[in-house]
């Protein structure tokens, strides 16, 4: 693994930093869900959170309908959550 | 319902004319997982799907991370498939 994976002590910290992500079922990703007022809403938002990504070299997965957009971020490099799920989090939460 | 559903008929010629998608097991949706090269790609993708989604007003529910796309064709308003899906599935033909 190339990349480290955050302690538990940084993650934790992470989601006290950020109630609005939830911690996933094995612990190894962050998920949260977002609602728009429509689907154009939606798109934009996504479309900015895609050259970040893209910026980043660090993708989510995320799925959507209509004005709900469900985030996941993980990095599959450290088998968990990284600095770079702690600077996604902090680049989408900028958007908002 | 304000839209009508398929009738059988119909739904084992959309189907037969259109491979790549499976029905799914409820047999109210359609389902196509597309791979592209990377991640500009599969947005790409995305955001021509997108439009055509928003120019049609009918939405799909979809899944992507990195250079996978999920998409899963249905009409809420029918309770299942309906001609709306059928054009949506030539839209998305036409781009490819």
Do not use: C
């Not at 799920?85 to 680049?91: E, K, L, R």
């Amino acid at each position: 693994m190339s990349i480290a994976e955050l302690t538990d002590a940084e993650r934790e910290a992470l989601l006290a930093a950020n109630p609005d992500w939830t911690l996933s079922r094995d612990g190894k990703a962050i998920e949260r869900t977002f609602k728009f007022g429509d689907f154009n809403e939606a798109w934009g938002f996504m479309n900015r959170v895609a050259l970040i990504a893209e910026k980043h070299d660090h993708h989510p997965e995320w799925f959507n309908v209509y004005n709900r957009v469900e985030i996941t971020l993980t990095t599959h490099d450290a088998d968990g959550l990284s600095q770079r799920d702690v600077d996604m989090v902090a680049a989408i939460a900028a958007l908002l």
